[in-house]
C-alpha cells in the first residue's frame, strides 16, 4: 500500500508541476503580448508623426508648384508682349527686348527649379520609409521550458 501512495503523491506533485509550468508560460506569453501592444502603439504614433510630416512636405511642394505656376504665366506674357511689340513696331530696337526675354528666361529656370526640388520632396518621401519595423518573431517569445520545447516538461 505504501508504494501506491507513492505512486499517487508522485502523479500529483507532477501534475501540481505541470499546471505550474503551464501557468508560467501563460505569464510569460501575457507579457510578450504586452511588450508586442506597446512596440505596436509606438509604431502607430510613428505612424501619424510621418503622415503629418508628409502633409506639410506635400502642402509646402503644392505651394512652390503654384508659385512655379504664376511665374511660368509671368514669364509667357512678357515674352509673348516683348516678341509682339518686336514684330509690329517699325521702329523697335532688340535690346530693350532682349531685356524682357532674358528676364522670362530667369522666371522660367527659377520655376523650373521649383518644380523639380518638389519633384524631389514628393519622390523622397515615397522612397524613404522611417517606420520602425515592429520585433522579429523570435526577439518577443516566451521562454522555453527546460526541455526547450515551449510545452510542460513532464518528465521531471
Known amino acids: 500500500m505504501v508504494r501506491g501512495d507513492d505512486e499517487v503523491a508522485h502523479t500529483a506533485d507532477r501534475r501540481e508541476f505541470e499546471a ?10 501575457e507579457t510578450v503580448l504586452d ?7 509606438a509604431r502607430d504614433e510613428v505612424g501619424e508623426e510621418r503622415e503629418d510630416e508628409a502633409h506639410t512636405i506635400l502642402v509646402d511642394a503644392a505651394e512652390r508648384d503654384a508659385r512655379a505656376d504664376a511665374r511660368d504665366a509671368s514669364a509667357d506674357e512678357r515674352e509673348l508682349t516683348a516678341s509682339r511689340d518686336a514684330f509690329v513696331s517699325a521702329n523697335a530696337e532688340y535690346g530693350a527686348t532682349q531685356k524682357a526675354r532674358r528676364a522670362a ?14 519633384a524631389t520632396d514628393r519622390a523622397e518621401l515615397a522612397e524613404e520609409d522611417r517606420t520602425p ?5 523570435g526577439s518577443l517569445r516566451a521562454p522555453r521550458t527546460a526541455s526547450g520545447s515551449g510545452r510542460p516538461d513532464v518528465t521531471r
Open 20 to 29: 505550474d509550468e503551464r501557468e508560467a508560460l501563460a505569464d510569460a506569453r
Open 133 to 137: 519595423p515592429l520585433p522579429s518573431r
Open 105 to 118: 528666361a530667369l522666371d522660367w529656370a527659377e520655376a523650373k527649379h521649383d518644380r523639380d526640388s518638389s
Open 35 to 41: 511588450a508586442r501592444e506597446v512596440l505596436i502603439n
